[in-house]
């Protein structure tokens, strides 16, 4: 730490022990308008993107972005913010490669640090069916253009050699495949990224706002009823995660969405015991490090559709059974805290963004228990088509009428953990 920097942490760690309220905020915090051109609901990060890109992109700025509660409260803030594009099917490893990609330079595009790290996925195989069906995974991925690399049971030991590789092993590790392009980000801080990069391009961002309706002219949705009046609009555009078909309730249409808590915990912060983000999907359970030093422990969706954000008793105990048999040293660490987020899983494990059968409102949904990796492109395509009224090439396959022709990406074996 050189003088200066030393003297400016000091003076940080000074003005927030006097309670100093003067630093500038990192973005308006605005009154709703009567009317703009584009409202998008949600302001989590595919809401905020959204809004940051039609500004960005398409210089389209009258723009509000209204949340219910806080910016990033919802599913972006809840995450384990695991972001990879190891997808199998083309369509898939398109859209979340240009994500990815995305990711590599965003800090520098929204000058600020969202502490992008590419750390490596490493996905373990537990069994010659594993082996077998994660060789298939890793060559659909080189096929689609994608790193991945098979592992064998040294290799993963050489990366995380905190795994259990006794004789007894319950689970034993025979290998696995890494994307190490794959890793991870600081989830508040995408979502503040993108919401000071809209706001200072002059997007309106409205927290404590909730959406309660949608007014009408004839089939048309021309705005908004909120718990701050009515706001009108050309376009709407809901980015709403687990409440997606709420709302599409609210506007009278039904959307194939089931939603689900999905949970995660994060114990002590110790000194670095991780160095990758490591997966197993045959036990339901994945494991990286945070900056902060907290070990962050995840699994599968409770099993049965719920809006409560808390998570079930019985996964987070399977979740916590299956990290001290593959970490026996985890089972000294103890735990902070747990949570849960509502998801909503699509039936073919892909998200929807586009247009909806009610002219006037737009959706970007469906990501399920794997949206953060994807905010920088659902936020990109869901603005291209506001702007254009054309669908972005990138989107295209990921229109809501795929469940009427039938041409679903049924990407559930590679959802890493979840859905
Ligand atoms: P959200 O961040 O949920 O934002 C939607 C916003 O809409 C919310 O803030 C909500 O308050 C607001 N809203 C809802 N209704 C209204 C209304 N009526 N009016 C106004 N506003 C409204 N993805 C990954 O890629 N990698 C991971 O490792 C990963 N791990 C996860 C772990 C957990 C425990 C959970 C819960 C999710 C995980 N996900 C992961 C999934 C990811 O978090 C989501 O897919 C993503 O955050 C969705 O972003 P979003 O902006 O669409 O939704
Ligand atoms: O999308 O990689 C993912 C993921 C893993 C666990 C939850 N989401």
């Known amino acids: 730490m050189t003088l200066r920097s030393r003297y400016s942490a000091w003076n940080l760690l000074a003005a927030a022990s006097k309670g100093d309220t003067n ?8 009154e709703p308008k009567l009317r703009y051109d584009v409202i998008v609901i949600g302001g989590g990060g595919h809401g905020l993107a959204t809004a940051y890109y039609l500004a960005k992109n398409h210089g389209v700025t009258n723009v509000a972005v209204l949340e219910a509660g806080w910016i990033g409260g919802g599913n972006t803030g809840r995450n384990t913010t695991i972001v990879r594009s190891n997808y199998l099917y083309p369509e898939s490893a398109r859209l979340y490669d240009f994500s990815l990609r995305q990711y590599e330079h965003l800090a520098q595009a929204l000058n600020f640090n969202i502490m992008f790290s590419q750390r490596g996925i490493v996905t373990l195989a537990h069994s010659r069916h594993d082996l077998d069906a994660q060789a298939r995974w890793a060559n659909a991925m080189l096929c689609n253009g994608i790193d991945a690399e098979l592992l064998d049971a040294r290799q993963v030991q050489e990366l995380e050699p905190r795994l259990n590789f006794g004789a007894g092993a319950r689970f034993p590790i025979l290998g696995g495949f890494i994307q190490r392009r794959g890793g991870s980000a600081r989830h508040d801080a995408v979502a503040w990224g993108y919401a000071r990069g809209a706001s200072a391009l ?15 002219q004839g089939n048309a949705v021309v705005g908004v009823a909120t718990n701050r009046g009515e706001i009108r609009a050309d376009k709407v555009a809901m980015a709403v995660a687990g409440h997606s078909s709420v709302l599409a309730g609210m506007a009278g249409f039904q959307l194939p969405v089931t939603s689900y808590a999905l949970q995660a915990m994060v114990s002590e912060p110790v000194k670095p015991v991780l160095n990758t983000v490591t997966l197993s999907p045959s036990l339901g359970a994945y494991w990286s490090q945070s900056d902060k030093g907290e070990v962050v422990i995840g699994g599968a969706l409770d099993h049965f559709p719920s809006y409560a954000q808390r998570g079930s008793f019985d996964v987070m105990q399977h979740v916590l059974a299956a990290t001290v048999e593959m970490f026996p040293s985890f089972s000294r660490l103890r735990m902070l805290r747990q949570w849960a987020g509502i998801v909503d899983v699509v039936q073919d494990s892909s998200p929807i963004i586009g247009a909806t059968p009610v002219p006037g409102l737009f959706i970007n949904c469906g990501w399920g228990t794997g949206g953060f990796k994807a905010i920088p492109v659902g936020g990109w395509t869901l603005a291209h088509v506001l702007a254009t009224g054309h669908n972005h090439e990138l989107a295209e396959p990921f229109q809501l009428q795929r469940f009427h022709t039938g041409r679903l990406i049924d990407e559930a074996a590679a959802a890493g953990i979840a859905h």
């Open 23 to 30: 630093w500038a905020p990192v973005w308006r915090e605005d």
């Open 202 to 216: 002059g997007v309106d961002i409205v927290q404590s706002c909730s959406v309660t309706g949608f007014l009408k």
